[in-house]
């Protein structure tokens, strides 16, 4: 019995664990390290990609091709490896300091 509920858990355990690696990767918040991780982009991409979204959030994987060093074959590339979730948070505006 023991047995069986060891296995049946490490079975489990491998099963969660590798569901990460079929998640989509999120243009919007991964972090260089995250997005190194898909294939095709390396380290240049990915700061490149992160530069981008400083400025301009993506609304669609298609906006990849709006990056420095990404083309249509890159972005048709790795279109099945990132998605676009939540856009980054915006910043609070200043409040004007005159009144």
């Given at each position: 019995m023991k047995k069986t509920l060891l296995v049946l858990f490490a079975a489990l355990a491998l099963c969660l664990g590798s569901l990460s690696a079929f998640a989509a990767t999120d243009l919007n918040t991964a972090s260089a390290a995250e997005l190194q991780k898909v294939k095709g982009i390396g380290p240049k991409k990915a700061e490149a990609i992160i530069e981008y979204r400083k400025k301009t959030p993506f609304k669609s994987v298609d906006d990849l091709d709006k990056v420095p060093g990404f083309g249509k074959a890159t972005v048709d590339k790795v279109r099945k490896d990132?998605?676009?979730g939540s856009?980054?948070?915006?910043?609070?505006?200043?409040a004007s300091a005159a009144k």
């Open positions: 990132v998605s676009v856009a980054a948070p915006a910043k609070p505006a200043k």
